[in-house]
Structure formats: structure tokens, C-alpha cells
């Protein structure tokens, strides 16, 4: 086994303000970036705050940018990384910091419980079930992968850049509404406030989203463009719009 | 000083936002009582997250023999008979209508082709009965029950960590917790509190857990004088990673073999072949086969032996590395890549059926599973044992403390069957939620004590005022020294003095702990975090291992070497450990209530 020193470079400070602080460390092998961050941890820093769980890509906790890159510290195996530069280590910078590594991603909470919530069609059967097919469901189950790492949120230029996190719930909850909206028992309408208050018309599919998802969500692709296609269905198309106003009702 | 700490007041305050916690929360608060939750993580990342293989329910979509009779009788013989009876035929009961109310939740389960939940094999399950999403079946449950709870009007406190349960005339009235981002503490009051706080897995060195299973509602109860049941009955999952070493004891699940996989050892032979035990013959296929057809649905083929109870996998596996015919990291193979014999495109099909499993294995020991095996080996996975409960209500000995999931004890016995365990969570969850809410709506308003606010507080931040003055021992060298003296002296193979010195050794950690120093301030301090950690590890070790010494005999996910069979005698009682009052741990034996007739029958029916 080749044993060799490598130095990592993390970004330790709170909301006040912080510095990058070079650790080196020797590191074994078959190890990932969590493991390395760990041993910086418990060896040369014990108050390094870094958020994690299952250290096995399930949780989506250690979220982190690794030399600029926004990543699961837990799936990033060193042997991916060039060792003879110092790694770079840094909290995901679409967030307020708390401390460290661990950023404060409170917002995404709040954001979910603004959608409307799964509503069910009456039960298939009279024993209170439903049948689908496994067909009718694969895409939604697509979306339902999502660890929730928010690494999606980090990328997007709406949230990193600009900071409209009050006007745009990012591609983590396009995923999420679109697997509400194609649902095949649900049967709640969610266009209006995707139009509106969720501000999907400032997604520019720019598809950065879909790169660095961990669980490889075509987020754009089978999420954000089909629900574009639905709003622009819904409140822009000429010929739907006439249809609703003269179709027989009831 | 004790007045100024913040203070929540709840009806029913739940601590643990897995599976059991959610449930129980969600249950609560629909019959109308203000509901409090807390957890040490974010909002679901709790280890439920990490069950893979999905949840038992006798629902019979695939094999319509199945029913509540059938799965009541497997989860009786998985756990050896030293079950909570009443516990088993409750969860086999009412499993099914748990499962249907996660799907008009919004959970999307594999179907069949008439369109209803899939179902499939796993060990120790006589039909195929585990509900599942691929092999995510636990991401499935947390973020349903997460994504219909947040409209449930629960009040959720993430990242908080609670230091002790708080007490007036012998009923517990709320906990005192701080959060781990700010390191503030908080008084929660509360009518009811209901523990769902999962696994203690962190005592060991070679563990599933994640580092949230430091058995802290075991130890928190235990501490206010709650009882414990059965502690010496630990699971060793027989298939964790062991390759690379950072990966070691993460969970490779039971669904590889119960999708075809095989276990070889280096000669390429099937050892499981080797050792079946007689209360399985019967079950359990000596043909290869026939093994392969009933991983593949045919209603008419016996198990593989691989699919045989984890503990005895475990031991198997155990005895081939032992024998020197293991892998070259001191395991044996799981290989499902074979299937290609059988399946045209059987990569695709095993990407498909297995998805996080090729994920974990490519990205994390860079080995594609549809072309070539595995190296496994056991790794600490799960609690048979925990808080003692009232089979239907989950409530403790002390009056308004209840306890549900990993964390209780009792459906499981000896040794628990996989999908057993999310099942437990949604049945036991529910019943500790109506419960606790019930017990809330009966009683008056709560009363904490400040004296009893200031010890904790006192205690909590001592690991500061050490450091300040003079002492230098950090916690995580005693966390590393306990977890790999529990692998070592009270693991998966054990012995009288191997035991006996690992009770010296915890008490010598206890001395050490008691001296550990933190460096810095509460803010986000995983130093200080691991500190309080111990306490709670170092309770769960004495206890696991005075039961472990007191059960001479094997039995389950207890195995002694010294003592290497079931003793009729010792199917007669369960192990329950209780405060004395100078403060030690103290054991009685307990007589298993007799079971019922028609439950007997069941049991006849079913050998």
C-alpha cells in the first residue's frame, strides 16, 4: 500500500467571515474525501464542523465543494483527485455558512412545505388500493432518488448567483413538484404557482443541475423542460386558452 | 440560571426523526395534540435512509399463501421464540394496512404486472413479502412520511441533540437538548415523550451505522430508570463492504441474494450448502437449481441457503474466514454477476433490480457487480434488544415515556428478519403516537425542576471546564478504544472471560470519559458532540454485555463459542436490566408470558 501526504486546504470561519487553513495529512488507499476530512478531524482539528451521515452516497449530508466542484465528500474517491496540488475543501457557497464546512440550508425546508402537498384520486379498488403499472410509475420513481443534497440548489446560477431564493424554488423542488404533477394517482394543479411565486421561467436550462446531481436525475431534461412545456400549455397557448373558454362545461 | 434557558412546550414530544419518529409524530398530531420533534440530523437523512431490501407486510400480491398467520410464525422462528408474541402477531396484523397508507401518502412501491405493490424474497420470509423501491426502500419511507408530516403542523427541531430526559414524581416531563449548530441549550416540556432514537451500532468498530446510532435513547432511558430488554441480542448483517478499509461494515443488502446472489468462499464453493439447521430443512432447497428458480418466483422451489436468518449467514461466513478459506480482505465473495448463465443482458438487469448497490460498489471500490463479485464480510448492524414496552401501547415502565423502532424491544427476539424492521417502524410508530397522545389528552400540565436542569447542564459542559482546567484527553481515543474492545471481546463469536474483561475495560473507559476534555465552544463542536456520545455508548456496552454474559447459551445474533447451543431453559425467560439505586447496572431474569392458544396453533400449523 502507497502511503502518501497530501494536503488538504478547508475553509474554516463562520458568517463573519474565515480563511482557508492548510492540514497535511497521509492518507491510504481506497480512501474518499469525507475519510480524509475525518482524520483531519480527529487528528488536527477537532471543532471542524462537517455535516454527515451515511458515508455511503444515501443521505446527502456531506454536500461540499471539492477544488470548486460542488460534490458528495462521501462518493469522491481520492484517487479521482491530482494529489500533488492542494485539495480544496468549501462549504456550498449557495448558503448562508454556519460554520466551516456545514451551511445553514434551512430555506430548502421552507420551501418544500409551500407545495401542495400529494393528493390522491379515490381508491382503484374497494379494499382502499390503487393499480399502476411499473411502467406509468418509472419516471416518477426517477425523480423519488433524490437524497436531498441540495447540491442542485448550490449550482444553480438563480440561487448562486443572483440569490432569488425568494422568487425561485430551484431544480430540488422541480424534481419535487414534478414527481407530484406526474404522480398517476394525484390530482392537485400546481401550474399557477410554478408560473408565479416558484419562478421556473428563470430556469435558462443551463443544465448544471443535471451535471452534478449525485443520483443522476436528468433534472432538465425529464423534469424542468416537461413542466415548462405544461405551464406554457397552460397560460400562454392561444388555441388552449380559447378551447377552455368555449368548451362545454361540466 | 435554570429559568433562562428557552423553553418549548409540547403534548407529545418525539425524539428521533427516522421511520418510527415520523410515524409516531404524524399519528400524534392527527388526533390534534401539539407535536414537538427533534433530531440530531437534518430532516431525513436518519439512518432509515439506509434500509435497502423494503419492509415486510403479508399482503400476498405475489403468493396469495401468504397472510398475518404465516408471517407471524416466520418473524416467531427468525427471533427464536424469546419474542414479545403479542408484539409479532400485531406487527404481522397490521403491517399490510401500514404499507397501503405510506401509498396514499405518495410512496411509489415496484408493482406487479396486475398493477398492485411487488413484493419480494428475502431471508427467513416463507413468500415473497418485502414491499420495496429497488434497493431504496428506506429513502421511499422517510420522504413520505417526511413530505406528509411537514403539513401536519409537527414543530421540528433539526440538528438538536438531547442530553437527558427530565422527570417529576417518576414521570418524565420533557427532555433538555441543545442545538448542535449554536450549542443552545433548551428545556422541552412536554406530556408525553416518545423515544424513536434507532440503533446503537457506533459501539462497535466494524458497524452499518451511521454516527447518529450511539444508542442514546437506550442509555437516556435506561438512565431515568426505564428498563432494558434483552440487550445481548445483536445483529451482525452478514454482507457489509469490507474493500477498501474506509468503506468497511457499509451494508450490501440481503436483495443480492435474494435477486440470485451466491456466497463462495476462495475455493469458489458454495459453503452454505454445508450447514443448515434442522428448523429450516424443511424450508430450505440442497439443490442449486431449485435455489435459482425460487429467487426468480417459482412457487414451488425451497430457498437457497444463503437466504437462510442473518445470524446464521453471519457465523457461516465467520467460519469460512476463520478456516482460512475467506477472500484476501478476510471475507468470502458475494457473487451476482453468475446470473449472466441464466438472464441474456444480465448486467442491465442487475442494474435495474440493484441500482444503489452497482452505484455503491463502482463509485466507492471501483468494481462493476454485474461482472465480478464482491468481497463481504458481517458487520453491526442492528438491535434485537432496547427499551422494554408494552406490546400494544409502547409504553415504558415510566409513566409518560414510550419508545418505538430500533430503539424498543421485543418483535425481533433473538434475531430479527430483514424487512422486519421498517415494517416495525410504521406499526410501532403509529401505536406509540396514539398512545402518547392519548396518555397527553389524560393528564394535567408538566412541572420541570430547575435543580434537575442545572446537573444536566452541569454535566453536559463539564468536557469544557476539564480542558480549562488542565486535562487533555480528548473523547475520540476512548470512542476508538470501546468500539474495538466490543468487536473484539463482545462480538459476533463470544467467550465467559473474553466477556468478563470487556466489563473491566468498560468501567476503566468510564473512568477515562469522565476526564475527557474538550477543546473550543458548544458552536457546532463534533469534539464535544462525541463527548456526550460516549456516555451513552459506554451504557448500551455494560449493558449488552452483562446480558451477554448472563444468556449461557446461543441463540440468534448471541452466540457463545463456549456455550455454542440453545438451552430449553433459557427459552423460558428474557434478560431485563434496570437502575439500582446507588446508580449501577443491575440484571433479573424474567419469565416470557405464556402464549396464547390460537397463537400456538399458529406456530404448530406453520413447522
Redesign the interface.
Known amino acids: 500500500m502507497n502511503n502518501k501526504q497530501v494536503t488538504f486546504r478547508i475553509w474554516r470561519g463562520d458568517a463573519t467571515g474565515g480563511k482557508f487553513v492548510d492540514y497535511t495529512t497521509e492518507i491510504t488507499e481506497g480512501l474518499v474525501v469525507l475519510d480524509v476530512v475525518h482524520k483531519i478531524q480527529a487528528q488536527q482539528a477537532n471543532d471542524l464542523a462537517v455535516r454527515w451521515n451515511c458515508k455511503a452516497g444515501k443521505c446527502g449530508s456531506c454536500s461540499a465543494e471539492v477544488n470548486g466542484m460542488p460534490k458528495l465528500m462521501c462518493m469522491t474517491r481520492m484517487d479521482t483527485l491530482d494529489l500533488s496540488k492542494p485539495i480544496t475543501i468549501e462549504p456550498m457557497r449557495a448558503f448562508p455558512l454556519v460554520r466551516d464546512l456545514a451551511t445553514d440550508v434551512s430555506w430548502n425546508f421552507r420551501v418544500k412545505t409551500k407545495i401542495k402537498k400529494f393528493n390522491p384520486r379515490k381508491p382503484d379498488c374497494a379494499d382502499g388500493t390503487w393499480r399502476m403499472q411499473q411502467e406509468d410509475v418509472d419516471r416518477v420513481q426517477e425523480f423519488r432518488k433524490c437524497i436531498e443534497c441540495f447540491l442542485c440548489q448550490d449550482v444553480c446560477h438563480v440561487t448562486r448567483d443572483h440569490h432569488l431564493h425568494d422568487k425561485f424554488i430551484g431544480p430540488r423542488f422541480f424534481v419535487y413538484t414534478a414527481a407530484l404533477e406526474m404522480h398517476p394517482l394525484d390530482t392537485e394543479d400546481r401550474l399557477a404557482e410554478l408560473k408565479e411565486a416558484h419562478g421556473i421561467g428563470y430556469c435558462n436550462i443551463t443544465k448544471c443541475c443535471t451535471k452534478v446531481c449525485p443520483e443522476h436525475i436528468t433534472i432538465t431534461d425529464n423534469a424542468i423542460i416537461p413542466l415548462k412545456e405544461r405551464v406554457v400549455d397552460e397560460f400562454y397557448d392561444p388555441f388552449a386558452w380559447l378551447w377552455k373558454k368555449i368548451r362545454p362545461q361540466g | 440560571m435554570a429559568t433562562n434557558f428557552e423553553t418549548h412546550e409540547f403534548d407529545v414530544l418525539v425524539i428521533g426523526a427516522g421511520g418510527a419518529g415520523l410515524r409516531a409524530a404524524i399519528e400524534a398530531s392527527a388526533t390534534g395534540v401539539k407535536v414537538g420533534l427533534i433530531c440530531k ?5 436518519a ?1 432509515t ?2 434500509a435497502e431490501g423494503g419492509m415486510a407486510a403479508a399482503m400476498g400480491n405475489v403468493d396469495d399463501r401468504d397472510n398475518w398467520k404465516v408471517h407471524f410464525a416466520d418473524t416467531m422462528r427468525g427471533g427464536q421464540y424469546v419474542n414479545n408474541w403479542r408484539m409479532a402477531e400485531l406487527h404481522a396484523k397490521e403491517a399490510p394496512a401500514r404499507v ?1 397508507e405510506l ?4 410512496a ?1 412501491f ?2 406487479t404486472k ?4 411487488s413484493q419480494r424474497n428475502f431471508g427467513g420470509h416463507r413468500y415473497p413479502r418485502l414491499a420495496h ?2 434497493d ?1 426502500t428506506g ?2 419511507m422517510i ?1 413520505t412520511l417526511q ?2 408530516g ?2 401536519q403542523g409537527i414543530t ?1 427541531f ?1 440538528e438538536y441533540t438531547v442530553v437527558s430526559l427530565l422527570k417529576d414524581a417518576g414521570r418524565v416531563v420533557g427532555v433538555f437538548g441543545y442545538d448542535r ?1 449554536r450549542g443552545r441549550f433548551r428545556v422541552f416540556k412536554a406530556k408525553a415523550t416518545v423515544l424513536a432514537t434507532g440503533g446503537l451500532g457506533r459501539a462497535y468498530s466494524v458497524t452499518s451505522n ?3 446510532g450511539t444508542g442514546d435513547g437506550v442509555s437516556l432511558a435506561f438512565h431515568a430508570g426505564a428498563e432494558l430488554l434483552d440487550m445481548e441480542f445483536i445483529q451482525f448483517h452478514p454482507t457489509g463492504m469490507i ?5 468497511r461494515g ?2 450490501v443488502t440481503e436483495s443480492v441474494r435474494g435477486e440470485g446472489g451466491v456466497l463462495r468462499n476462495k475455493d469458489g464453493k458454495r459453503f452454505m450448502y454445508d450447514d443448515i439447521p434442522d428448523n429450516y430443512k424443511s424450508q430450505t432447497s440442497t439443490d442449486p437449481e431449485e435455489g435459482w428458480r425460487y429467487t426468480q418466483n417459482d412457487k414451488n422451489a425451497k430457498r437457497p441457503p444463503e437466504l437462510l436468518t442473518r445470524d446464521h449467514v453471519a457465523r457461516c461466513i465467520n467460519r469460512e474466514v476463520k478456516a482460512g478459506r475467506g477472500s484476501p480482505h478476510g471475507g468470502v465473495f458475494l457473487d451476482i454477476s453468475w446470473i449472466k448463465e441464466k438472464i441474456p443482458n444480465s448486467a442491465e438487469h442487475i442494474k435495474k433490480k440493484l441500482p ?1 448497490m452497482y ?2 460498489f463502482m ?4 468494481l462493476d457487480i454485474t461482472k465480478e463479485p464482491m468481497e463481504i464480510g458481517p458487520t453491526t448492524h442492528y438491535a434485537m434488544g432496547g427499551i422494554r414496552v408494552d406490546g400494544e401501547t409502547q409504553a415504558t415502565n415510566i409513566p409518560g415515556l414510550y419508545a418505538a423502532g430500533e430503539c424498543a424491544a421485543g418483535l425481533h427476539g433473538a434475531n430479527r428478519l430483514g424487512g422486519n424492521s421498517l415494517s416495525d417502524l410504521i406499526v410501532f410508530g403509529k401505536r406509540a403516537g396514539e398512545y402518547a397522545a392519548k396518555y397527553a389528552k389524560e393528564t394535567s400540565v408538566v412541572s420541570v425542576s430547575d435543580a434537575e436542569i442545572e446537573a444536566a447542564y452541569k454535566e453536559a459542559t463539564a468536557p469544557f471546564e476539564r480542558a480549562a482546567g488542565g486535562s487533555t484527553e ?1 473523547p ?1 481515543q476512548v470512542q476508538y478504544d470501546l468500539q474495538n474492545m466490543m468487536q473484539k471481546n463482545v462480538g459476533i463469536v463470544r467467550l465467559q472471560n473474553e466477556m468478563e474483561e470487556a466489563i473491566d475495560g468498560i468501567q476503566k473507559l468510564k473512568a477515562r470519559a469522565d476526564k475527557v476534555a ?3 465552544h458548544c ?5 464535544w458532540h462525541t463527548a456526550i456520545d460516549l456516555k451513552h455508548l459506554l451504557t448500551v456496552s455494560e449493558a449488552i454485555t452483562l446480558c451477554a454474559l448472563e444468556r449461557k447459551e446461543s441463540r440468534g445474533g448471541h452466540f457463545r463459542e463456549d456455550f455454542p447451543d440453545k438451552s430449553p431453559e433459557a427459552a423460558k425467560y428474557n434478560n431485563v436490566v434496570s437502575k439500582a439505586t446507588d446508580g449501577s447496572m443491575k440484571l433479573r431474569r424474567e419469565a416470557i408470558p405464556p402464549m396464547r392458544e390460537d397463537l400456538k396453533q399458529v406456530i404448530e400449523e406453520m413447522k
Open positions: 440530523s437534518l430532516l431525513g437523512k439512518h435512509v439506509m397501503h401509498e396514499a401518502w405518495g411509489v415496484d408493482r396486475e398493477g398492485k405493490i423501491v429497488g431504496r429513502l421511499e420522504r413530505d406528509h411537514i403539513h421540528v433539526m449548530e451511521s454516527w447518529e474493500w477498501p478499509p474506509s468503506v457499509i451494508l444503489s452505484h455503491q463509485q466507492l471500490a471501483n480528548g475520540y474538550v477543546q473550543g458552536e457546532y463542536n463534533p469534539g
